[in-house]
């Protein structure tokens, strides 16, 4: 069994037989020695493979090694002399398992991210895109456990569905459904009307799972298709709500800084400079709390140039969310109490009746991140707004009848996984933190 590069920096002694499997992300060929730099995607660094020249296949193959051969090494781990490295490999046996060409895109030089992505398939062997998804696999992990630790059940909401839990109509409808269900398919938008199901049986619930929108946002922070993660709570109000937001950001976030230490360390210093700063103080300080009608009053005093005018009523754009969160209180703000008019048909009423029990979490560089709200659980107050959203209460039936029996208020929220992936790494753009990326004009891979 050949080892994980990871471990092999971390825990091998010297002196030790060891090997390898991986691809060569540089190869120097000096007279007489080869110095290969392995990489297995386990950890940002790679392995130095020292192949001399006394090895059987080293004229024949060693000496012409590229970026992006895939080799097997085997040999003694050594002290290494060079810096920054504890061990290397200095190999008695090297197999080369698959070879490259001078059209291998990755060679030593930068690329755009912009490039990158036409070249999916590849890029996830480059530090930065490696690191994301490192990043990833383990705010899924803290996820999971956050949830879990807290008694939380992982619920398994379907991704086709015939309800819209938005009311927003960005969904995608699937060709044939009607023929296929007997009424029209779409691609699910949110798991949270079925996660209410989940609450009001197993009290605390989450999904996470990917989602679709088909709304034709071509920024920086929306995907056709990306990952959310819904916990629901029952016998739970909004304030609970925010508390259980504040707490999970904190959590996954201190988890990502603990445990991707070196993928930080990188992004730290080549994407986004001050990120772990950034990460450690939010997870330091209490979360600013306001109301909608506070955040509104303001950015109407702030003096601040807006390209969108801010009054009362209006849904707040990225430029607001950030001057709140960047210039205003200079940490995360969860901003509550949203006009009714400008929010889903499912938020509890307040007895202003002018708004309803919203919250959104917003942070530095992103804006939202977390939108959630407690939900209506009076069902003669939510069939009214169902009426007056000008939905068709039939479709909802389920919805409803869940208000006859045995109906406690609850509560839960939206977190876009790939947003919180954006936030932690300081990758500018959405789309280099998901694999394969879906956007308007683009389903390759
Ligand atoms: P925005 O105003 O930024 O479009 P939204 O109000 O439509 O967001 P919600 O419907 O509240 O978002 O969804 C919950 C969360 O899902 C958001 O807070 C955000 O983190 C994430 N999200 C929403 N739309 C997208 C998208 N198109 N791509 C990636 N993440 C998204
Ligand atoms: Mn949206």
Same mark, same amino acid.
């Given at each position: ?35 290969? @730099? ?63 060409? @001078? ?31 490192? %990043?990833?696999? %383990? ?19 379907? %991704? ?12 995608? =409808? ?17 798991? /949270? ?21 088909? =709304? ?22 909004? *304030? ?36 772990? =700063?950034?990460? *450690? ?33 209006? @849904?707040?754009?990225? *430029? ?8 205003? %209180? ?43 709200? /407690? ?25 409803? *009848? ?41 389903? =390759?891979?």
């Amino acid at each position: 069994m050949s080892a994980r590069v990871h471990g092999v920096l971390r825990e091998g002694t010297p002196g030790s037989q060891v090997s390898v499997k991986g691809w060569l992300r540089t190869a120097r060929h000096s007279k007489g020695l080869s110095f290969l @730099d392995v990489s297995d995607g386990s950890c940002m660094n790679g392995l130095q493979v020292v192949a001399p020249p006394d090895l059987a296949n080293y004229d024949d193959e060693i000496r012409h090694l590229t970026t992006g051969c895939a080799i097997h090494a085997s040999g003694e781990l050594v002290e290494s002399p060079g810096k920054g490295q504890r061990v290397e490999l200095r190999a008695s046996e090297i197999e080369v398992i698959g070879t490259t060409g @001078d059209d291998y895109a990755l060679q030593k030089k930068r690329h755009s991210f912009e490039f990158l992505r036409t070249i999916a398939h590849l890029r996830p062997r480059t530090n930065t895109i490696g690191a994301v998804w490192r %990043v990833r696999n %383990v705010a899924a992990r803290a996820i999971h456990d956050f949830f879990q630790e807290r008694g939380f059940v992982w619920l398994h909401t379907p %991704v086709l569905t015939a309800a819209d839990a938005e009311g927003a109509g960005e969904m995608f =409808e699937l060709a044939g459904s009607e023929e296929f269900f007997g009424r029209t398919a779409r691609l699910t938008v949110s798991g /949270q009307l079925e996660a209410e199901i989940g609450a009001l049986s197993h009290s605390q619930v989450y999904s996470f799972g990917p989602t679709f929108r088909a =709304e034709n946002s071509n920024t920086s922070r929306h995907l056709s298709e990306f990952w959310m993660v819904e916990p629901e709570m029952a016998f739970c109000d909004l *304030e609970g709500d925010v508390d259980l937001a504040e707490a999970f950001l904190k959590s996954v976030i201190e988890v990502i800084l603990a445990e991707c230490a070196d993928d930080m360390a990188f992004f730290n210093e080549r994407i986004e400079k001050g990120v772990v =700063e950034t990460l *450690e103080h939010i997870v330091a300080s209490p979360f600013e709390r306001m109301t909608y009608s506070e955040a509104v009053e303001i950015l109407e005093r702030s003096g601040h140039a807006f390209e969108f005018p801010v009054k009362w009523g209006i @849904d707040l754009q990225s *430029e607001h969310e950030r001057y709140l969160t960047e210039e205003h %209180v200079k940490r995360p703000v969860v901003l509550t109490d949203y006009p009714a008019a400008i929010k889903a048909f499912y938020m509890y009423a307040n007895d202003d009746e002018k708004t309803v029990r919203a919250m959104d979490v917003l942070v530095p560089r992103i804006g939202e991140i977390i939108g959630g709200s /407690q939900r209506e659980h009076r069902a003669d107050v939510l069939e009214a707004r169902m009426t007056a959203h000008g939905l068709d209460l039939e479709a909802y039936w389920w919805y409803l *009848e869940l208000r006859r029996h045995g109906t406690v208020p609850h509560a839960g929220f939206g977190l876009g996984f790939e947003r919180l992936v954006q936030f932690a790494t300081g990758m500018a753009n959405i789309r280099d933190v998901i694999p394969f990326p879906r956007v308007p004009g683009s389903l =390759e891979f």
